[in-house]
């Protein structure tokens, strides 16, 4: 099975809308970590957001949030008022076991392109 | 403060041929690992080290090799390239801090080419 799953390949959004990128995820580590990174088409992976599992609120940094539903196994990253520097690949990641370890599995990514 | 350092940003090799790529975390930084992008994989866990020593490794053959040196610079290697090795190659190093040790900083990558 998959431990990272995005099933949106590709979105559209109109400039300074919200958007919900999806993400469902598969552990059985009660430890684990989840992130979101955007990668421009520089090549480039830039960190937006961390939710760790015990973590009781949801993760808020700037524009981002991640709607974590630990139940249904979900990280869903929220950008709100999006902007035309938004476009680019998202990935949706895993850390399992301990903390601060560096093996994190990836997502497929979604290629997010943001409408002016 | 730097960030992290990956050179060279582009390589062409032939098949059979060894290759070495670098990379320089940022300045306190500990923990390295190495990522390897493919269209058709997507990004793939290739191995971490900490302190110089190997504390993960992801499903990679042996062909596949790494270190790290005590000034946390890590080199990775491919020996006997195979064209399914062209990919872009994505170094990341972590804070020691625990607070944000999880946040994970990316170079540029190198891109591979193997013809």
């Known amino acids: 099975a998959q431990k990272i799953t995005q099933t949106q390949p590709g979105m559209f959004v109109q400039e300074k809308e919200a958007v919900t990128l999806d993400c469902t995820y598969d552990?059985?580590?009660?430890?684990?970590?989840l992130f979101w990174y955007k990668q421009p088409s520089s090549g480039e992976m830039i960190f937006l957001i961390y939710?760790?599992?015990?973590?009781?609120q949801n993760a808020t940094e700037g524009r981002y949030s991640l709607n974590f539903q630990k139940a249904r196994k979900s990280a869903n990253l929220v950008i709100s008022a999006s902007q035309l520097g938004d476009s680019a690949m998202y990935f949706c990641?895993?850390?399992?076991?301990?903390?601060?370890?560096?093996?994190?599995?990836f997502g497929t990514g979604t290629k997010l392109q943001v409408i002016p | 403060k730097a960030g992290v350092t990956q050179t060279p940003r582009y390589l062409i090799k032939t098949r059979g041929q060894q290759v070495t790529l670098s990379c320089s975390p940022i300045s306190g930084h500990r923990s390295v690992s190495w990522y390897q992008q493919t269209p058709g994989q997507g990004l793939q866990f290739l191995f971490e080290?900490?302190?110089?020593?190997?504390?993960n490794k992801g499903n990679f053959p042996g062909r596949f090799s790494g270190r790290q040196f005590s000034n946390s610079r890590s080199e990775m290697n491919v020996s006997t390239l195979e064209l399914g090795d062209s990919a872009l190659y994505l170094c990341?190093?972590?804070?020691?801090?625990?607070?944000?040790?999880?946040?994970?900083?990316f170079g540029s990558g190198t891109q591979l080419s193997v013809l």
């Open positions: 990641a895993m850390r399992e076991g301990w903390r601060g370890y560096q093996k994190v599995t």
């Open positions: 080290y900490f302190s110089e020593t190997q504390r």
């Open positions: 939710q760790g599992s015990y973590d009781q």
């Open positions: 990341a190093s972590s804070s020691p801090d625990r607070a944000t040790n999880e946040k994970l900083f």
């Open positions: 552990t059985s580590d009660p430890s684990y970590g």
